[in-house]
Structures are given as structure tokens and as C-alpha cells.
């Protein structure tokens, strides 16, 4: 029979875990008062911070996209876990042991996704213990001819695959792994006769995601007659997907997020001797060029500012390849929260060798020598060219015109024209004209946010229309939500009973209003809300919960939340009065006496309330 887990359960985990720590772990965060934190929404591409976490509230909304929800829907949208899967992943987080009943909707075991997890943990310790064996002393001298002690491998985890075929499957085994689970895992191959080991007789370096969770590895061929590659990779798992995998990101994410610095390297050695040097920003793909999806992990981290903006370093090999790698990064710099450099060691050595040979010095100096990418790809896509003729330099320049097309800001552009005018003897005014040219072509394919129009036009195709709030009276409706969900310890039901009857005009405001004054008796008026609402409703009501209030501390938010009460009010009592004067006119005409009295008698009621209400604003 199925199982599930307890509601106990998930309130515990849920009481140990910080929502904050949890989405910092994807998103760098910044406090922005009263327990709220801003970043880059990990969900779209976006240079402005519009996503916000709440510590108080427990959820996150992005005000770009409209994504948001509690921390179980973060985890379903980034890691895309079910719910189960991610209670799971929390209660690993902070070492809870789950319980299970029968008769839910779950699975009875750990979800898939989990023990994928746990067994490359413990593949990761095995393969860690018998870096020590005598089988791996060829191994251990890679790692010394490389300038790395044994400190330096324990920080990074490397360690040793035994030659047999099924050492670490029977292992594995007798930690109660299934033959599937280890083939799920990429940890181990089918046979006929059953299942052996994928990594064998090679030095290993596990690759950790940015929760320190080891996901995958990364294999190096140490004997010749190793008939793999030189590098053997886990392949896709539930776990590991290649295209955004980035080696060294859980050791670099913190600094890299101080810093607002990250140097791109080609190697897992490379990224050990960079971190050894110090520059402890370095990470490194995994058996695949530099794409849009390690843009996307690494844009999440970096929140450019005007003060001090961003920088992504990448350090190529100076061969061909490393060149044609370089163009490749330039072609994807405007996706980027970051202005982008090349850094190339002297003599063409890369990190692991410059440090061997020169230093930790030598890489640090490499890293701060760096140059401006576009400016690497303006001097490569001329240097094919014959500039001691004019047929070459005109050529030369229409080749770096889309380059400097690029650009996107003007100033800069036209330091860049006259920097390609001095490289190739082309007038100045010939290069800014080809540029023009290529400027009028130029679609950046970088992944923007929605416009307001866009987001308009979604909201209206779901049946909802959105909400203007550059409207006043759907700003003062607004107010008023945010007041009594974010500070409903200053307001009374039976005043909100009142104003709620006829106070909302925008039909999200007044949707969402009907439940909030559901569940305003209730224990927990946010979670109730939150369960209710969906879509376009949803996201509205995120944004309600997410507002910034104009003030901080307790007396100032009393004073607040009083003055937006008492000025719904006194609106409600004034459309009140109107509604009893039309009402009035009606009963005079119709020679209703008694109506008219009773009606006429309420109006000075309301008078006298509207008196009281102006003398207390």
C-alpha cells in the first residue's frame, strides 16, 4: 500500500529549515529590511533584482515572471522535485528521519531522485578511501606531478576507482543499493550476468552541485591501456544534466557571490590550482562547452551594479580550440549580469601547469591581466586579414563590425570603432558607418523579461484582467490588502466585515478579499489564503504578501496600519452615505414617509460617524 508522510512531518522540517539559507543556495540574496531578501529571479533572465524571499512569511515571488509560492514549490520549479522528493531533501538538509503512513498518495520508499543521491555519497567515500591503496600509487603520482599533496586532494575530494569490475558495486550492495539504482545512478553498467562498475582503474574527482550534494563524477584515464577517453564523465542521471553542470561551484558559490567575480577554467585540475592559489572563484564545465544553461546558474549569483559590476573571467588555452572556445563565450556575453574578460597564461600554460611551474603568484597575476572579451574577439576576427592591403583592412573591419555592433552601450561602442579604425588604418567615419550597418541586424538572443505589455496581455488572455495600480483607487485597495495581511494584529473583523462589503472595484482585489476574510478568524491566515488562490490570483496575491510597507518599526507600523484602516473607512462610510441619499430620493418619490424617515435618520448616524472619522485622521 502507498505511504505518506505525516503532516507532523512536514510542519517539523519546515520549522528547522530556513527558507532564506534554502533559496540561497540557487539565488545570491540580499536583505532588504524587515526580514526580506532580493536577487536575480532564477526563473528568467533579468539584469534589475525582482524576486524577493520573505523570512517571515516563508515564500518567494518574482515580480518580473509572476513565479512564486512556498519553499516545496521552489524546489518542484528549480530541482524539479515532486513533494515528496522535496520534504525529503529538507529532511536531509537538516537530518530528520521521516516517518511514513499507509493509505497516502506517496511512495512507500525514499524517492528515486534520493537514493541517486545517497548513492553517490557513498560511492564518493569509497572511492575517497582507496586513494590510500596500494593500487593507487599511479594515480596518487598524477597528483604529485601535478603539485597537489595529500591536503589538497582531501579538499577536494579525489580519489581512486579500483581496476576490478565490481568493487564499488559490491559495496554499494552491501549498503542496500539495488543493481537498478546503481544503473540509474551511472554509477555502474549492464551485462548479461549483471552489472559493473562505470569508473575503473582511474583517478576520480566528484562533482558537488551548489548544496554541497555529490551529483555526479568526473573520471581521469591514468594507464594506457585504458581504452576510454581521457575524461569519462557520469552520464545524464535524474541528478546530473551536463549543460548546467559547473565543477567547483559548491566551493566558489559564497565567494563568488562576495566577490561578484567568477573565473572560468577548462579542467578540474585547473580549478584546483586556482583555488590553491586563492582564486577561490574558479569553477569549471564538466565534459561540455560553456552554454546557455551554466550562464543561467551562474546569473543567479551575480547581481551587477552600477558601483562595481559583475565580472565573468574565462581562462582558454591559447591553441585554436581555446580560440574558437573564446568566440563562443563572446557570442553568449550579452546574456551575462556581468561585463566579460579572456585571461591567457603566459607562454599558453594553463593553470595547473603555470602554477607547477611558476607559482601561486603567476595565477593570480594571469587573472588580474585580463582583457575585455570583446576585445579579444575584435583582434581575432581581424587577424585573418591582410592589413598591409586596403581590400584586407576593409574586409578586416566588416568581419568586426557585427562584434562592435554588440556593444550595447553607445559610449563604449565608440571607443570600440575607434579602436578597430587604429587596428586596421580604416577611417574612422568608414567604421562607424559598417557598424551603423551591422547595428540595424542585430537581434541579442539573450532571455529578457516580460515587458509590461506582455505581461498585460498573459494576465487578460487568462480571464483575469490585471490590476493598474498606477490607477488611485486600485493603489488604495491595494494598500489596504497589504495592510491587513501583513499586519492583521492591528485590525478588527468587524471593521474589515464593513469595508470589505463594498470597498473593492479591481476583480483580483475583490476575489482575493473574499478569502482573506474566510480565513481571517483562522490560526493561519497566509497558508489558507496561499492554498486557495491560484494562477494570475496567486501571483497577485504573492505580490500582496511581498510588498515593502512604508515603515519599520512596531509604533510606526501601528500608526500605519491605523491610518489605511481609518482611511478605508471613512471611504466606506461616505459610499454608505451616497447609497442612503439615492435610496432617500427614491423613497420620497415613491411617498414611502416611514422609509424616508428611517433612511433620513441613518444619514445623520453616518454624519456624525464621518465627523468623528475626519477629527481622528
Not at 562505470?198 to 591501456?225: C, H
Not at 491566515?525 to 511581498?546: F, K, N, P
Amino acid at each position: 500500500m502507498a505511504k505518506r508522510i505525516p503532516q507532523s512531518d512536514i510542519d517539523e522540517v519546515l520549522s528547522r529549515v530556513s527558507i532564506v539559507d534554502v533559496v540561497g543556495d540557487y539565488v545570491a540574496l540580499k536583505p532588504s529590511g524587515n526580514g526580506e531578501y532580493k536577487g536575480l529571479c532564477p526563473f528568467h533572465g533579468e539584469k534589475s533584482p525582482s524576486f524577493g524571499v520573505s523570512a517571515t512569511k516563508n515564500v518567494w515571488h518574482c515580480f518580473g515572471c509572476g513565479e512564486g509560492g512556498n519553499l516545496f514549490q521552489f524546489l518542484n520549479r528549480i530541482d524539479s522535485l515532486n513533494f515528496v522528493e522535496a520534504v525529503e531533501k529538507l529532511a536531509g538538509r537538516v537530518g530528520y528521519t521521516l516517518n511514513y503512513e499507509e493509505g497516502g498518495s506517496g511512495s512507500p520508499e525514499l524517492s528515486v531522485r534520493a537514493r541517486v543521491l545517497e548513492a553517490n555519497a557513498a560511492a564518493a567515500k569509497f572511492f575517497a578511501s582507496k586513494l590510500d591503496d596500494i593500487e593507487a600509487e599511479p594515480g596518487r603520482l598524477f597528483l604529485q606531478g601535478r603539485g597537489f599533496d595529500k591536503a589538497a586532494s582531501e579538499k577536494f575530494g579525489v580519489g581512486w576507482a579500483p581496476k576490478g569490475w565490481t568493487g564499488l558495486s559490491d559495496h554499494l550492495k552491501t549498503l542496500g543499493f539495488t543493481e537498478d539504482e546503481l544503473i540509474l545512478a551511472a554509477l555502474a553498467s549492464k551485462k548479461d550476468k549483471g552489472c559493473y562498475d562505470r569508473f575503473r582503474g582511474r583517478l576520480i574527482w566528484p562533482i558537488r552541485d551548489s548544496t554541497n550534494a555529490v551529483i555526479g563524477f568526473g573520471a581521469r584515464k591514468i594507464f594506457e591501456d585504458d581504452q576510454g577517453p581521457k575524461y569519462l564523465n557520469t552520464s545524464e542521471t535524474p541528478v546530473y544534466h551536463k549543460s548546467s553542470v559547473l565543477y567547483g561551484i559548491d566551493l566558489a558559490k559564497r565567494e563568488i557571490s562576495k566577490t561578484q567575480q567568477v573565473v572560468v577554467v577548462e579542467g578540474y585540475t585547473d580549478v584546483m590550482a586556482c583555488h590553491l592559489a586563492g582564486i577561490t572563484t574558479a569553477v569549471a564545465t564538466c565534459g561540455t562547452a560553456f552554454g546557455d544553461e551554466h550562464i543561467k546558474v551562474l546569473n543567479r549569483i551575480l547581481v551587477s551594479d552600477s558601483k562595481k559590476p559583475a565580472e565573468v573571467i574565462f581562462n582558454f588555452d591559447p591553441d585554436e580550440a581555446g580560440q574558437k572556445a573564446a568566440m563562443r563565450a563572446f557570442a553568449s556575453a550579452q546574456k551575462f549580469n556581468a561585463l566579460t574578460y579572456i585571461a591567457i597564461g603566459p607562454d599558453g600554460l594553463d593553470p595547473c601547469d603555470l602554477r607547477q611551474e611558476r607559482g601561486d603568484g603567476a595565477i593570480i597575476d594571469m587573472i588580474a591581466s585580463k582583457r575585455p572579451l570583446v576585445e579579444f574577439a575584435i583582434e581575432r576576427s581581424i587577424a585573418a586579414f591582410d592589413l598591409a592591403s586596403r581590400e584586407g583592412q576593409i574586409a578586416a573591419v566588416r568581419a568586426a563590425a557585427s562584434i562592435v555592433a554588440e556593444i550595447s552601450d553607445s559610449a563604449l561602442r565608440s571607443s570600440y570603432e575607434k579602436h578597430l579604425s587604429e587596428l586596421t588604418l580604416v577611417d574612422r567615419a568608414a567604421v562607424n558607418q559598417m557598424v551603423t550597418e551591422a547595428l540595424r541586424g542585430v537581434r541579442r538572443s539573450a532571455v529578457m523579461p516580460q515587458s509590461s505589455v506582455e505581461q498585460k496581455a498573459v494576465a487578460t488572455a487568462s480571464g483575469i484582467p490585471p490590476v493598474d495600480l498606477s490607477d488611485p483607487i486600485n493603489r488604495r485597495e491595494r494598500w489596504l490588502l497589504e495592510v491587513v495581511v501583513q499586519l492583521p494584529e492591528f485590525c478588527d473583523f468587524k471593521v474589515l466585515q464593513r469595508i470589505f462589503r463594498s470597498y473593492f472595484s479591481a476583480p483580483r482585489h475583490l476575489m482575493i478579499s473574499k478569502a482573506v476574510l474566510r480565513a481571517f478568524d483562522g490560526k493561519n491566515l497566509i497558508h489558507t489564503v496561499s492554498a486557495e488562490l491560484e494562477g494570475d490570483l496567486a501571483s497577485t496575491w504573492r505580490e500582496i504578501l511581498m510588498a515593502q510597507l512604508p515603515v519599520v518599526d512596531e509604533e510606526s507600523k501601528q500608526k500605519y496600519a491605523i491610518g489605511v484602516i481609518q482611511g478605508a473607512l471613512l471611504q466606506t462610510v461616505e459610499f454608505e452615505k451616497q447609497f442612503l441619499i439615492q435610496a432617500l430620493t427614491q423613497a420620497q418619490a415613491a411617498n414611502k414617509p416611514e422609509d424616508a424617515n428611517l433612511i433620513a435618520k441613518k444619514l445623520v448616524e453616518l454624519d456624525t460617524e464621518l465627523v468623528r472619522l475626519r477629527a481622528e485622521r
